[in-house]
T-cell receptor, first 109, second 115 residues
Framework: GENVEQHPSTLSVQEGDSAVIKCTYS??????FPWYKQELGKRPQLIID?????GEKKDQRIAVTLNKTAKHFSLHITETQPEDSAVYFC????????FGKGTRLSVIA | ETGVTQTPRHLVMGMTNKKSLKCEQH?????MYWYKQSAKKPLELMFV???????ENNSVPSRFSPECPNSSHLFLHLHTLQPEDSALYLC??????????????FGPGTRLTVL
């Protein structure tokens, strides 16, 4: 089955800096790679996703890159703001999704 | 209420109690999921239902018993739980488990404490 590794587990950045979270997966058949954001006390919510036929996708300050050969994908947040502070989960798979263990991002004002 | 709802939001129970968690989705989806979220294993998949049929049971102990009477409702029946079962239980739904790109929508969760 699929196995997803996520790094780092915690990340602190200064407001305005960039943050990068990386994930690797094991199943070459996986073709869907979403990222979820979970704020404290709230439910996980999808922020961006990428499909296997695309190498990069961007939505305002958030971008995701996918390297299928190396089986890794990354989340990039530019110009970080305090409201970006949350736990971020990557996931991979077809059905069902397998989630990484999460990265706690703290943006320091 | 729209989206995915869960009740109760908080539950404290003893090890000998029997309780049930309820999930309801208002999105017209056909797949529903139970996840356990704890500090040790975030977002651990427990069960998957697609068109009311159970398609995944991720080696979950029998003290957790799911029920899916229709595509909109999902229950998790609990009995003789252990303190280590204390966690946030999240329900999610998606359009169809068999679709390749299957965004999942999560409910707010039930915070369970087993004494």
């Amino acid at each position: 089955g699929e196995n997803v590794e996520q790094h780092p587990s915690t990340l602190s950045v200064q407001e305005g800096d960039s943050a990068v979270i990386k994930c690797t997966y094991s199943d070459s058949a996986s073709n869907y790679f979403p990222w979820y954001k979970q704020e404290l006390g709230k439910r996980p919510q999808l922020i961006i996703d990428i499909r296997s036929n695309v190498g990069e996708k961007k939505d305002q300050r958030i971008a995701v890159t996918l390297n299928k050969t190396a089986k890794h994908f990354s989340l990039h947040i530019t110009e970080t703001q305090p409201e970006d502070s949350a736990v971020y989960f990557c996931a991979a798979g077809n059905t069902p999704l397998v989630f990484g263990k999460g990265t706690r991002l703290s943006v320091i004002a | 209420e729209t989206g995915v709802t869960q009740t109760p939001r908080h539950l404290v129970m003893g090890m000998t109690n029997k309780k049930s968690l309820k999930c309801e989705q208002h999105l017209g989806h056909n797949a529903m999921y139970w996840y356990k979220q704890s500090a040790k294993k975030p977002l651990e998949l427990m069960f998957v239902y697609n068109f009311k049929e159970q398609t995944e049971n991720n080696s979950v102990p029998s003290r957790f018993s799911p029920e899916c009477p229709n595509s909109s409702h999902l229950f998790l029946h609990l009995h003789t739980l252990q303190p280590e079962d204390s966690a946030l239980y999240l329900c999610a739904s998606s359009q169809d488990r068999s679709l390749a790109y299957n965004e999942q929508f999560f409910g707010p969760g039930t915070r369970l404490t087993v004494l």
